[in-house]
């Protein structure tokens, strides 16, 4: 007679899957992915209900912040952002008059983005929220460890970069 009920060997399956070190153990970017994408959700999720801004909005705020101007295709390649993306955000946030896009001749044809003083009020504000957030993040860490951290991500996006991964 069929039955429902998992053998045994299928219920160790599951245990080692769902327990800490399955997949994540053997594969480190499946865990890289997991921890980017609950960073993700969790600031997204922290930003949309407290700011009404998403992550590729807070990307952009971000950049411009440390910039005094940039045309669309700048702004999206400094925040690492798809142009699609990046021009359906600016579109918000000009709406939100935090941005403001200006049509020039003098570097091409360009859209050059800047933060209004809003804008740049809002930046600064979830620049300091970012940061206490990161700090939260890597309150098990020492400075070093953090620091060491940075330095291996780094290398292994120049690993990405060279092997055009």
């Known amino acids: 007679m069929p039955t429902d009920r998992p053998s045994a060997v299928q219920r160790d399956a599951r245990e080692e899957a769902h327990s800490n070190g399955g997949l994540e153990r053997d594969h480190v970017a499946v865990l890289l992915t997991n921890i980017g994408l609950r960073i993700s959700r969790g600031a997204t999720a922290y930003y949309r209900a407290n700011w009404d801004v998403g992550m590729v909005e807070w990307r952009l705020l971000m950049v411009l912040i440390r910039a ?90 120049e690993t990405m970069d060279a092997e055009q991964y």
Do not use: Y
């Open 68 to 157: 005094d101007a940039l045309n669309v295709s700048e702004l999206s390649d400094a925040a690492t952002v798809d142009k699609a993306a990046a021009s359906r955000s600016l579109g918000a946030l000009q709406d939100r008059e935090l941005i403001s896009i200006e049509q020039t001749r003098t570097r091409g044809r360009a859209a050059i983005v800047r933060l209004t003083p809003q804008g740049r009020q809002l930046a600064e504000k979830l620049q300091a929220i970012g940061r206490q957030r990161e700090k939260r993040l890597f309150s098990r860490f020492s400075p070093a460890e953090k620091d060491q951290l940075v330095v291996l991500l780094d290398r292994l996006t």
